[in-house]
């Protein structure tokens, strides 16, 4: 019978049974009593399991004695109990069958060695098959199918929100055009301008930057819902943490304050990480050793704490005081900048904290303004190593008060109608957070640059692949 790799490693095949593994080769060994060891992954999990393959195997020097690394093949044979160390079972073969030869092994791009990690993005297609990435990818996935778990069990309702828009969601103009539109051959408007209504909607579309908006409405009748997709951003910053299209988590909660938010946040932070270090251990012990040897305590130390929660004003107040030479200076109204995240984070806190009521100059339209007139009931988390992971706020409710904010900020209440009528019909206080999904990925794996947490990153000048 097939099986797989983590099912032969784990014992979850006894000894003696035949079964077939397929896979890839990662090593081969040859001894001198004519007996190879060849080291078989398939992505299941971390290590790669062991087939003992004989000289008297009928395709032993024409097939076997050529196998190289990225060679596929599948192995039939006995599981046995390991005499060497390092892995308590491994194949005794009794057939090898190669389903694919590597072509000229000696340019093969994934040769077994430690290519930096620039080398593997330029080669994203085959970058799948190296430790480094396998490990990535199912820790991914791991946090991915813990989030849904999450809210489930909380009586969450995930909705679909759209890809494709006419709002801008953030209101910070970092948007891709969707069009059909012939861009060499614009109709124009009897004015000169783009005739966007003889465009695909008749009208302006855009690819998401959040679902929050959409999220809002099935708040306003679900009461608990999220949304987990994509999101994207045109926004030209080639830094480790960003990216031009990048997953978001999206809670959006009726009847729910600041703090109820923050709590939620920290909540999921903590059972996100806790399955992890429980489903991935194998691939954790991996990050250890490789990227950041402190990455498990760390993480431990997180689940086992309360998250410190702070004031954005006394957060200004501990950086000005803090005695740091800070590349930009802080003053209150102004944007912390990553540096500003990263000692709050780093050396302040030492762990996650929560950074909370912002000057409302520098945070999105809908939040919800507190009584200060100066402020606005938003949520940073911040993350040691990579700044903001997790931004969210309570939204503004009350008609008036944001009817007065679109209009101090130029705002076409038009453009905000289908919104202002969750205003208008049964208006209930409600909040929400956006988690950034590959800033999370990179902050559990110690991963440090946001384009290897992504299966195929798109920046900046880079959509390949
Ligand atoms: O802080 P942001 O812009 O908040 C929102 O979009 C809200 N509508 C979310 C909500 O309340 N429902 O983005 C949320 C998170 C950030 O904290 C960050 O982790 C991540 O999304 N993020 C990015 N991740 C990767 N690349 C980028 N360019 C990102 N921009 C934001
Ligand atoms: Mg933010």
């Not at 702070?310 to 950086?319: G, H, N, P, W």
Request: aromatic fraction near 10%; hydrophobic fraction near 40%.
């Amino acid at each position: 019978s097939f099986v797989t790799v983590s099912d032969v490693l784990a014992g979850k095949v006894s000894v003696g049974t035949t079964v077939t593994v397929r896979g890839w080769v990662r090593t081969r060994r040859d001894s001198k009593a004519g007996i190879s060891f060849i080291n078989i992954h398939d992505g299941s999990c971390f290590d790669p399991v062991q087939a003992v393959v004989e000289n008297s195997l009928p395709n032993y020097s024409s097939e076997v004695l050529h196998l190289t690394t990225g060679c596929s093949l599948a192995v039939t044979g006995t599981v046995v109990e390991s005499a060497g160390k390092g892995q308590a079972f491994e194949i005794q073969a009794t057939t090898v069958e190669v389903l694919g030869f590597v072509e000229d092994p000696d340019t093969y791009p994934m040769a077994p060695k430690r290519h930096s990690m620039e080398y593997l993005r330029e080669h994203a297609h085959l970058r799948a098959r190296t430790n480094v990435t396998g490990a990535v990818m199912r820790v991914r996935n791991c946090l991915a199918q813990a989030i849904h778990r999450f809210f489930h069990e909380r009586g969450y309702f995930w909705v679909a929100t759209p890809i494709i828009t006419a709002s801008d969601a953030e209101g910070a103009g970092e948007l891709f055009r969707v069009s059909t539109l012939d861009l060499l051959n614009v109709p124009k408007t009897e004015q000169g301008e783009v005739d966007f209504k003889q465009d695909f909607f008749g009208k302006e579309a855009f690819l998401t930057v959040s679902g929050q908006l959409n999220a809002e409405t099935y708040a306003c009748a679900l009461s608990k819902v999220y949304t987990f997709g994509p999101t994207f951003r045109a926004e030209n910053s080639n830094t480790s943490r960003h990216l031009a299209e990048f997953w978001m988590v999206e809670p959006e909660v009726a009847f729910a304050d600041l703090n109820d938010i923050a709590h939620l946040a920290e909540d999921m932070l903590k059972y996100c990480i806790n399955a992890v270090l429980t489903e991935r251990a194998d691939d954790m012990a991996f990050f250890a050793q490789r990227i950041d040897p402190t990455v498990i305590e760390r993480l431990q130390h997180v689940v086992s704490n309360d998250f410190v929660h702070m004031d954005y004003t006394d957060a200004v107040e501990i950086l000005q005081n803090c005695g740091k030479k800070f590349e930009y200076p802080v003053s209150w109204g102004t944007d912390l900048q990553s540096e500003h995240e990263r000692y709050l984070a780093e050396e302040h806190v030492g762990a996650p904290v929560v950074l909370k009521n912002y000057p409302r100059d520098i945070k999105a339209f809908y939040m919800r303004q507190n009584d200060d007139g100066k402020t606005v009931a938003a949520m940073d988390i911040l993350a040691p190593g990579i700044g903001e992971i997790v931004g969210g706020s309570a939204r503004e409710e009350r008609l008036d008060k944001f009817d007065q904010r679109l209009a101090e900020l130029g705002m076409d209440p038009e453009d905000y109608g289908w919104y202002r009528d969750l205003r208008r019909y049964g208006t209930v206080p409600h909040a929400g957070f956006g988690l950034g999904f590959e800033r999370l990925v990179s902050y559990v794996t110690g991963m440090t640059n946001i384009r290897d947490v992504i299966p195929f990153p798109r920046a900046p000048k880079s959509a390949d692949f």
